[in-house]
């Protein structure tokens, strides 16, 4: 399925602009930096499909992918299998006041509207763990009743031991959280590492 067609579709910076729901939807949230578009990049085996971003004032967005669908002769286009939705990145040392309340009411309305989200999966980096403003999300989240999986980033920069350590302390701190999956994913873009099983997990999710 990675390996077809896969294709930007659109940007939604509010609701009004959310494509036709004729597809199921996996999401991809974390803070800014934590290394979502190089993760979107080596998923999808393509190099600046999600762009890496550097622009944090600029992607209070969601970016709607297109996996699977085909251009028939005569132009026709065939709905996708499934779409990939980059989430805006959060957590950002310098966002204003009204940039965090924007992404908390597009984030939210997203999450609480969307009947065909089957899974969001939370990014957070190997070396730094859960921080509150992650928890925000999880709260958002487990209120909405989307279910989400953690999947860390940049496990290429923890020696083993220390990448063992998070993914434990990650597990104890999701536990109790009703609609987090128990198990994490550590993965490396860099490396390759985890992107098989990532590949698993979003397939896994539209079942
Ligand atoms: P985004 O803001 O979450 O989309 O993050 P980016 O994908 O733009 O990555 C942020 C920074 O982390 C960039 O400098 C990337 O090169 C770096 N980065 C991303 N993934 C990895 C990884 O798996 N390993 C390492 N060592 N660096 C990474």
């Known amino acids: 399925i990675f390996a077809g067609p896969i294709a930007f579709l659109k940007s939604a910076p509010d609701l009004r602009f959310l494509p036709d729901p004729v597809a199921l939807e996996v999401a991809f949230a974390g803070r800014s930096n934590v290394g979502k578009s190089s993760l979107i990049n080596a998923l999808t085996n393509r190099n600046g499909l999600a762009r890496t971003s550097n622009t944090p004032g600029r992607t209070q967005e969601l970016n709607f992918f297109d996996v699977g669908a085909v251009e028939l002769q005569g132009g026709e286009v065939t ?22 309340r924007q992404w908390r009411f597009l984030v939210n309305d997203y999450l609480r509207g969307r009947a065909v989200l089957k899974r969001a999966l939370v990014l957070i980096d190997s070396r730094h763990g859960i921080k509150d403003v992650d928890e925000t999300l999880f709260d958002m989240l487990d209120n909405a009743a989307v279910s989400y999986r953690v999947v860390l980033t940049k496990a290429d920069k923890v020696k083993a031991s220390e990448l063992q350590a998070v993914m434990d302390k990650t597990a104890s ?19 390759g590492m985890g992107i098989p099983e990532l590949r698993a997990a979003v397939i896994e999710a539209l079942g």
């Not at 709905?79 to 940039?99: E, S």
């Not at 701190?173 to 490396?191: V, Y």
């Open 173 to 191: 701190q999701i536990r109790k959280r009703p609609a987090a999956h128990p198990e994490i994913i550590a993965t490396s873009a860099e490396k």
């Open 79 to 100: 709905p996708p299998l499934f779409r990939l939705v980059d989430m805006p990145g959060y957590g950002y040392a310098k966002a204003p006041k009204d940039m965090i």
